[in-house]
């Protein structure tokens, strides 16, 4: 991918190269929904880039919770999904 200059509006120009079968994709779903096909594309990529932090962000609390001691021991987790569906469902685990 290459960017090109920014506008006064904030956006840039980003090409791509993507497989046919995406753009007559995405070009369908343009029509279908009467919208065009760059802003969809953004939306795609901003919904993508998204997750993507947010995954990455947990990811790294994990780390600093396990470096931290903040950790539930596997047993207590296997007891607690072994007691799901159960009569005596027990209580989630709690950190140590």
Known sequence: ???????????????VRVPTRL???LEA???????NRSRL???ALESYVDEQEAQLAKIDQG???????RVVPHEAVKRYLQSWGS???L?????K
């Open 87 to 89: 009569k005596r469902k």
């Open 29 to 35: 779903l343009a029509k279908t929904t009467a919208r």
């Open 91 to 95: 209580p989630p685990p709690q950190c």
């Open 23 to 25: 753009r007559s994709r």
């Open 41 to 43: 594309a953004v939306e």
């Open 63 to 69: 780390i600093r919770d396990a470096d931290a001691g």
């Open 1 to 15: 991918m290459k960017t090109k200059g920014a506008s006064r509006t904030g956006t840039a120009i980003l090409s």
